[in-house]
């Protein structure tokens, strides 16, 4: 079938987002998204839908990070003002502190394209504080955003879904009609047959879901051992989540009373404005970042496949952490893009194949 040409595996907003990509460049026909989980589940082994999600300069200073980013930012600075409300994303204003002076290509970067970005006089710091900023953010409602995702990918789009667990990344490729696959498996690479990158690792994270109508903005400090965040939820009625913790190599679901108390004291100090009768904590979640060393794996490579005598193309991307929202369509954009004489000969090929018949 030619709606299995392309698959792409993994439904998490990599996978989403790199859907997305190829719908933009006309290749919705062709697509089909496999996944064992699609938003609206809940799984210690789906993570998108925990995640906070704001954009913020918490990834790495490495070149191909911080082009994502870009991306990314303004990717979704775009969608913010045509589409906001839909997408549940929104402009935030946010503040930024560190303990520890940040990289200067980082600030170099960010600089040069965050909206409204401002360094706050030294004066005005916190104590502790080393650095800081201001500039306008964008915000995610995350699990609604992976929803309006899926949504607007097989509504509008016309993508083909399928849930289904994959034993191995062979299996992805569908039939012979399968020429590429996508590997957007998060966590999931670390274990699948034919992937297994003992590169990959799980962070965990643990957040609170507050109400707190009177918190217009994000604050998040990056401290030399801990990350403490407040993040609006774009098209929730006044929610915020509260966080966090970075836990590497740490893969429980569960969720610890004694960090739920260290994540509320940590944001009331930095932002006193919680520290109110108007805020009320509504449940706790813990999450888990697909981490690799080294970053991101964005890259194509081609196997041999044991059906069929021929060889399959897969592009991989996963690995994103704790940035899967904020640099997933840059990530995305790059996959499509390094995948580019395969798309083209899929469009030339099937154009070929109406002519013969
Ligand atoms: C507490 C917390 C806060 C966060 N805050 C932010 C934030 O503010 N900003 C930000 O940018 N990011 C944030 N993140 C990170 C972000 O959530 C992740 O980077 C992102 O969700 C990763 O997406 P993914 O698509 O790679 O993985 P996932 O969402 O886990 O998706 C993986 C997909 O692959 C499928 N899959 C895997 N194996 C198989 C198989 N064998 N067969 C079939 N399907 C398979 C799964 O079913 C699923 O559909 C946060 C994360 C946490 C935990
Ligand atoms: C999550 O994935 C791990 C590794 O594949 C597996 O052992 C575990 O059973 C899964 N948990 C759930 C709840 O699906
Ligand atoms: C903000 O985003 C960063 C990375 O995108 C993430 O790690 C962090 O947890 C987020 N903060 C909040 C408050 O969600
Ligand atoms: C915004 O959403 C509307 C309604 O869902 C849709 O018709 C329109 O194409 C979207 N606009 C953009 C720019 O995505
Ligand atoms: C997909 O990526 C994972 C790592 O994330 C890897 O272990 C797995 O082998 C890959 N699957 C395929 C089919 O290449």
Redesign the pocket.
Known sequence: MKSETIVV???????LDVALALAEKGLAKYTTI?????PGDTSV????P?????F?AISSSDEKALRWDKIGYKYLLRLAAQNGTRAFVQETPSTEYWDDMPSQEKLNSMADYLKDFCIIPKTDLPEGVAFGVTFTTVTLN?PMHIGYLIEKLHLDYGIQVIR???PDIQSAFLSQDTQLVFN?????ARV?PGVQDSKCFPTR?Q?VLARAGHVGRNVMRHGKDYETYI?PRPGSNGNVIL??FMQKGVSTHDTFKEQTESILSRTKALLPDLDSPMTEPLAVFA????SREGGARVAMEEIALNFGKRKGTVVHN?G????????GYGMAIEAVQIAEGVLQSILHSSEGTRARL
């Not at 595996?9 to 996978?15: M, N």
């Not at 957007?184 to 999931?188: A, I, R, V």
Request: charged share 10%; hydrophobic share 40%; proline share 2%.
């Open positions: 595996l993994g439904a998490g907003v990599i996978g496999i996944a064992e989980h699609l082994n789906y993570t998108s925990w995640a906070g999600a704001n913020s995350a289904k667990k994959i957007c498996t998060g966590n999931g699948l994270g957040v993040i966080g966090g999450g888990l970042r697909p996963y994103a952490g704790g940035t899967g929202f904020q640099a």
